[in-house]
């Protein structure tokens, strides 16, 4: 009877499926994790230093933003929480630094795209001593800016000696008068004689950019247009410009980066003088010479700010651009 108690009952209910073993740990993931670490441990010393000469900084600073500290008051430091930054946001001062800082980075940055374009055309093309011309139009970027600004300053734009009225003075020789205009270019135009600086100096960046997109392009798909009857602006507007999107709007993107802090051209040419102060040089003003420490940290977080929103879409473009390549 109980026998047949319990086989009825085993053909009832099936008997409880023991748990799953936990699984065993394999000899080589302890050994590729090993291998992984191996790899990064050279790189630890690189990250920390990074850290610590970039993070901590930058720490340090969102810090004394949030304090009221002024070297000429020390007895009044404190928290100031948030108004700083309404300082920076309200004063008439800084509004206008951020208007000149973005009109600045606009005109140099479009101009000098659409001289770097034209100038990457020509080089392009098939001509004997192409290698020397492309180094010669590098030279300009190579160097130092503050160089730079001291040789358009004192070489080309100063009114006794430059090279610009020497120009006018030699043209107006050439017809018999003595008489030739001697402008005093950066107090007639201040902030063009800077933006004048910075394009002679960043188009060789564009141009470098444009030129490896152009040498990027499908020429069997160009040839082909050739053939079918297509004439050299047809090919530029519907082949070759589009082509060039891509690059176009990663040399904008990381041409504004750079030039968004620009400070060497606007301390150099003008001193800040007569409209040209952008947002590096108040920031300098603010810190180095009327000692706001807080303030000057929360002109410097906002230009953080603003250079990390432009760099993560100069990073969006170049990983669109590798996309593309690798899809070829």
Request: no cysteine; charged share 10%.
């Amino acid at each position: 009877m109980s026998t047949t108690l319990e086989t009825g009952r085993g053909r009832g209910q099936q008997p409880p499926t023991p748990p799953p073993a936990p699984p065993t740990p394999s000899p080589g993931g302890a050994l590729r994790r090993s291998a992984d670490w191996a790899r990064r441990a050279p790189l630890l010393p690189a990250l920390v230093f990074t850290i610590i000469v970039t993070q901590l900084p930058f720490v340090v600073t969102l810090i004394v933003s949030f304090m009221d500290w002024n070297a000429y008051y020390p007895d009044e430091r404190g928290f100031a929480g948030f108004g700083n930054y309404a300082s920076v946001l309200t004063d008439v001062n800084m509004r206008q630094a951020i208007l000149t800082t973005v009109v600045l980075t606009a005109v140099v940055v479009l101009v000098s795209l659409l001289l770097g374009m034209v100038i990457a055309l020509l080089l392009d093309r098939q001509f004997r001593g192409r290698g020397a011309v492309r180094t010669m139009m590098i030279t300009p970027f190579l160097i130092v800016p503050v160089a730079a600004a001291l040789l358009w300053k004192h070489a080309l734009f100063n009114p006794e000696y430059g090279l610009l009225n020497g120009t006018l003075t030699a043209i107006w020789r050439l017809f018999g008068s003595d008489n030739a205009p001697q402008p005093d270019w950066i107090t007639m135009a201040p902030l063009v004689s800077v933006e004048v600086a910075l394009i002679w100096q960043w188009t060789p960046f564009m141009m470098l950019i444009l030129l490896a997109g152009l040498q990027s392009r499908p020429l069997d798909v160009i040839e082909a247009a050739r053939i079918d009857g297509a004439s050299a602006w047809q090919i530029f507007r519907y082949m070759t410009f589009p082509h060039l999107r891509r690059y176009l709007e990663l040399g904008g993107l990381l041409g504004s980066i750079y030039i968004v802090q620009n400070f060497d051209a606007v301390f150099t040419i003008t001193s800040g003088g007569l409209g040209t102060a952008n947002l590096p040089y108040v920031i300098y003003q603010t810190f180095y010479q009327a000692h706001d420490y807080g303030r000057a940290s929360a002109a410097g977080v906002v230009v953080v700010i603003g250079t990390i929103v432009i760099a993560t879409l100069a990073l969006r473009t170049v990983s669109t651009l590798f996309q593309e390549e690798n899809a070829r």
